[in-house]
């Protein structure tokens, strides 16, 4: 056999083994997203680290390395594979780092991951994302205990309703969307837009606690008590531990005239957040306009001790 023959003979080895790792470099790549999807979250960590095991250059085992981490709540490692696949020139890496930027309280960093990840492919599932991601910044200023939103910027309040919107309208089905345009829409005071909005999320998504809640809010904002009180009990149906869904319907049954359901709901939110001033507080209200001043005071008492002294 001549050194021709035998260097041909060489090179297609190397081709054949080189294509077998790829071939098996998927199969693993498959197995961890089939059971990222079942939520087999570390037989998916597994199956994507033997694909880079095999072939370290797949940047996609990397991105869904990095989903399947957030499941486990390892955010360091998640954004690490994330950036790992970026610079391997994977763009899908930068809304999967965006979100483990988000879970990990980086909302400034999740915010610019996911706009970057739009001006290279602007998605419905993208724009959604921002405008979740900018939401909850602009919702983590509002000071809830004291009814204050010195903090909150309406110029990015605007921007999260434009994103909903460019959402929806390239994927009329992201009911997520559409709940986080309503929350976004009820701190601009665009009650009707909000309701509106609620409304379309539970069509879409009706075993979803969070657009009745949200409605309840926004019902017990314009005193429609009694529709308030309904989308609460559907929240808490569909969740049972949803605090504030208890803390809006005990005030909806009070302002009805309900008063012992609604000191009972307060109840009910102080065993879910004993260290609640706020539950406190509104309890010793509701107290006191039943006429018990006693209890009143002695929830206001407690209130006080837990370092709550904003509604009275």
Known sequence: MNRITICLLAAACLTITACHKKEDASLYLNSCVDKIGSGNIAGA???????????????????NRSYARLGIRNFDGAIADATEAIQM???????????????????????????????????????ELRAKFR??????????????????????????VTDCTKAVTMDSGLADAYATCGFAKKLLGDDGGAITDFSQAI??????????????GVELAVRN??????????????????EDAYAIRGLARASTGDLDGGIADYDT???????????????????????????????YAKATALGFDGFR
């Open 203 to 216: 069509v879409l998504k009706p075993q979803n606690a969070v657009p009745y809640m949200g409605r309840c």
């Open 269 to 299: 939110v102080i065993q879910l957040e004993p260290a609640s001033g706020p539950a406190y507080s509104t309890r010793g209200d509701i107290k006191k306009v039943k006429g018990d001043i006693a209890g009143a005071n002695a929830d």
């Open 135 to 160: 939401y909850e910044k602009e919702s983590g200023r509002v000071d809830a205990d004291k009814g204050q939103m010195a903090g909150v910027s309406k110029g990015e309040l605007a921007l999260v």
């Open 45 to 63: 960590i597994a199956d994507c680290t033997k694909a880079i095991e095999v072939d370290p250059k797949m940047s996609a085992a990397y991105v």
């Open 225 to 242: 008590f009694p529709q308030s009180v309904a989308d609460c009990t559907k929240a808490i149906a569909l969740k049972p531990d949803y």
């Open 89 to 127: 020139g994977d763009m899908s890496g930068y809304s999967a780092r965006g979100q483990a930027k988000q879970l990990s309280g980086d909302l400034s960093g999740a915010i610019e991951d996911i706009t970057k990840a739009i001006e290279l492919q602007p998605t419905a599932i993208a724009y």
